[in-house]
């Protein structure tokens, strides 16, 4: 097989594994709380300090990847992910849970960007769509298949399988790693930013924990506020920071290509609408349609159907329109067809909601493969480390502040109506309002130049007509 296909292949099984891990314990959460002593409640601690860990140890990834080479870096995340793995189907008390989850979110915090580092410094610009195509499909598909995943292995097997079955995975991925990915280190190695790790780690960590619980009721109100508060604090710290140091672990000034700041600014809009909706669908179809957990698992799965299937054409299209009109128009489908979620009722046909699913997820598709790949069009190959850490924080930061936006919004929704049990009607308002958000992402992709990101895409825009001169016919001038 060649180069450009198993080397996608490969950082795509690493995070298939991880992003449907870190949605599959959903599910099992009583089961697994029942059998270690403890309370569900309690055994949220393991959700939060999963996004606390990747929170902390995302903006160290691309250093360590420079330091010891993307592929040492990437294998050794695959471990540490599996030595968690290990730690989480043995635990037998909630500090033990709790550990294993935090040792299980550093692996995870390099496996994304050291993950998207190997691909861009492997595989040639004009092959990477179609790569960034496979590594896009396990971030949609992981958190629709997992909590229907984890609610039939806990009920037909045992929980512990949810984490036992990354092993032979993991071994299997470390194994062609070694084997089919280049030893590829930096050729000239920046000075590790301490000051600036721990600042961006703070930030981080602050915003992306303070937003994942906010609306939760996981914490009170006072503490959330601390965290959102305290993490904007350090992360501003931060900018004034690294604007005195050569090599900043998040580097702002990365910005000054306009694809980059397109892909940063416009991806984070499209992923926090985009990123609520695993956490809004499945609450509805089991909260307000009375569907189980593995039934709203089967519905929702025609989502990772028509990821799926945007693999096949996501280059034949971009070679076709180009990234910038694929992102605007596309972006603007997506977010009609995110808002179309609000409209489903408990007698909407499962057919209809099983299309739009499918649809839908074809177009998200095709938007995340677009901003993942145009990203790194301009960048300069000794700031490939940094940006793809600071992808993966805006991503992470989008992700979180998604689930809390929606949550709010059905929090809001239900207090305005004076109600105190969840329903069905509860939802449609969230679904709009991030759905709005989402589609203004088209906006800053409309900015773009016509020909961005052509290199990778192949598309060459047509020319504007040269202007006639004066006291020239227009058959002169064809002529």
Not at 230 to 239: E, N, W
Not at 249 to 263: I, S
Request: proline share 5%; with cysteine.
């Amino acid at each position: 097989m060649k180069r450009e296909r198993i080397v996608p292949l490969i950082v795509a099984v690493a995070l298939f594994m991880e992003n449907m891990d870190s949605t599959v314990i959903a599910t099992s959460l009583p089961a697994i709380a029942a059998d270690i002593g403890s309370n569900p409640l309690s055994l949220k601690l393991a959700l939060t300090s999963y996004l606390l860990s990747l929170a902390v140890f995302i903006p160290m990834s691309g250093w360590t990847a420079d330091r010891f080479g993307a592929r040492t870096v990437f294998a050794a995340a695959i471990a540490v992910f599996m030595v968690g793995s290990i730690g989480c189907a043995m635990s037998s008390s909630l500090p033990d849970f709790v550990i294993a989850r935090i040792l299980q979110g550093m692996g995870g915090a390099m496996m994304t960007p050291v993950g998207r580092l190997v691909l861009v410094r492997s595989i040639d610009k004009r092959e990477l769509v179609n790569a960034m195509a496979w590594v896009t499909v396990p971030a949609l598909i992981g958190p629709v298949i997992g909590p229907p995943v984890g609610g039939f292995i806990t009920t037909y097997a045992s929980w512990h399988w949810i984490f036992l079955i990354n092993i032979p995975i993991g071994l299997v991925g470390i194994a062609l790693t070694m084997r089919f990915i280049d030893p590829v280190r930096a050729d000239d190695l920046e000075r590790f930013d301490g000051t600036g790790m721990l600042l961006a780690s703070l930030g981080v960590a602050g915003l992306a924990f303070g937003l994942s619980v906010a609306g939760l009721d996981l914490l009170p109100w006072t503490v959330v506020v601390a965290l959102i508060g305290g993490g904007a604090v350090a992360m501003t710290a931060y900018v004034f920071h690294a604007r005195k140091v050569a090599a900043p672990p998040l580097d702002f000034r990365l910005t000054r290509y306009p694809t980059f700041r397109a892909a940063l600014a416009g991806g984070f809009l499209f992923r926090l609408g985009i990123g609520a909706l695993p956490f809004l669908l499945p609450l509805m179809l089991q909260i307000g349609f009375g569907m189980t957990p593995f039934q709203s698992g089967l519905v929702t799965f025609a989502t990772a159907v028509g990821a799926l299937g945007m693999k096949t054409v996501a280059a034949r299209i971009l070679g076709r329109f180009g990234f910038r009109l694929v992102l605007v128009v596309v972006g603007a489908i997506s977010a009609i067809f995110l808002a179309a979620c609000g409209a489903f009722t408990p007698v909407t046909p499962l057919s209809m909601i099983f299309l739009v699913l499918l649809v839908g997820g074809f177009f998200r598709s095709l938007e995340f493969t677009s901003i993942n790949t145009i990203a790194y069009a301009d960048v300069d190959a000794r700031e490939l480390s940094r940006a793809t850490s600071l992808m993966a924080v805006s991503q992470q930061l989008a992700i979180s502040a998604g689930v809390a936006v929606g949550a709010l919004v059905v929090e809001s929704t239900l207090r305005w109506k004076g109600a105190v049990a969840i329903s069905a009607d509860d939802f449609w308002p969230a679904f709009l309002v991030v759905a709005a958000i989402s589609g203004s992402s088209a906006l800053l992709f409309a900015r773009l130049p016509r020909d961005a990101g052509a290199e990778m895409s192949g598309h060459t825009p047509l020319k504007a007509a040269e202007p006639i001169a004066a006291g020239e016919t227009s058959d002169q001038k064809i002529g």
